[in-house]
């Protein structure tokens, strides 16, 4: 699976920006996409994940102001940034969690695009 990030920027507070994830190759193993964010010296934390059905799950400090979505035919997840904070300033990552099954049991991975910087200015 690979997994191409786009929509980064600089933007000011109060501001919107859209980040939008392509997957593309072996994506029918795909169970759930996300979006994480790392900041320097801090570890990689989770803003949202979505799954085949459109379930959603949020960060707190995201919930409300930030909106993950899907679209299915693309391949694609959209992170929709509204009321942009200074502290959401990060690289953010788009994940794909895949789910393989085989006679023997099941395996997991998770694959990680490069990451897109995201500067919120105050």
């Known amino acids: 699976v690979q997994l191409e990030e786009t929509g980064g920027g600089l933007v000011q507070a109060g501001g919107s920006l859209r980040l939008s994830c392509a997957a593309s190759?072996?994506?029918?193993?795909?169970?759930?996409m996300g979006w994480y964010r790392q900041v320097p010296g801090k570890e990689r934390q989770l803003v949202a994940i979505i799954n085949g059905r459109s379930d959603t799950r949020y960060a707190d400090s995201v919930r409300g102001r930030l909106t993950i979505s899907r679209d299915n035919d693309k391949n694609t997840i959209y992170l929709q940034m509204s009321s942009l904070k200074p502290e959401d300033t990060a690289v953010y990552y788009c994940?794909?969690?895949?789910?393989?099954?085989?006679?023997?049991?099941?395996?997991?991975?998770?694959?990680w695009g490069r990451g897109t910087q995201v500067t919120v200015s105050s």
């Open positions: 190759g072996r994506t029918d193993n795909i169970v759930a």
């Open positions: 994940n794909a969690h895949v789910l393989v099954r085989t006679i023997e049991g099941s395996s997991e991975f998770d694959y």
